[in-house]
């Protein structure tokens, strides 16, 4: 069982940065594959980036490639979602996943969801 906490959103002007982070308790978590998606309202929930149980393993959505980073500390259990160069299509209420080795871009294949951090990017 994996339990996991996101931390880190809040409110900040276009161009601006957050870090998010996704805490986790159980055993094996470096085992598991992490994947942050995110969620606007009256939008259908999307995959955003993810890192596999191995670290050089690594997945974005083109819509954050260049402009997010996701990396994991297995030492503290927790994975990381850098975000540069926000902007406003990037509000969401952001949820980290896991799944046992491998990352896949696909909501629905994750066993273990955290509850979700408000990031909220004004212009």
């Known amino acids: 069982q994996v339990q996991l906490v996101e931390s880190g959103g809040g409110l900040v002007q276009a161009g601006g940065s957050l870090r998010l982070s996704c805490a986790a308790s159980?055993?094996?978590?470096?085992?598991?594959?992490v994947g942050w998606f995110r969620q606007a309202p009256e939008k259908e929930r999307e995959f955003v980036a993810a890192?596999?149980?191995?670290?050089?393993?690594?997945g974005y959505a083109d819509s954050v490639k260049g402009r997010f980073t996701i990396s994991r500390d297995n030492a503290k259990n927790t994975v990381y979602l850098q975000m540069n160069s926000l902007n406003p299509e990037d509000t969401a209420v952001y949820y980290c996943?896991?799944?046992?080795?491998?990352?896949?871009?696909?909501?629905?294949?994750?066993?273990?969801w955290g509850p979700g951090t408000q990031v909220t990017v004004s212009s």
């Open positions: 996943a896991a799944r046992k080795i491998r990352y896949t871009i696909y909501s629905s294949d994750y066993d273990y």
């Open positions: 159980g055993r094996s978590f470096s085992t598991y594959a």
């Open positions: 890192i596999s149980w191995v670290s050089d393993s690594t």
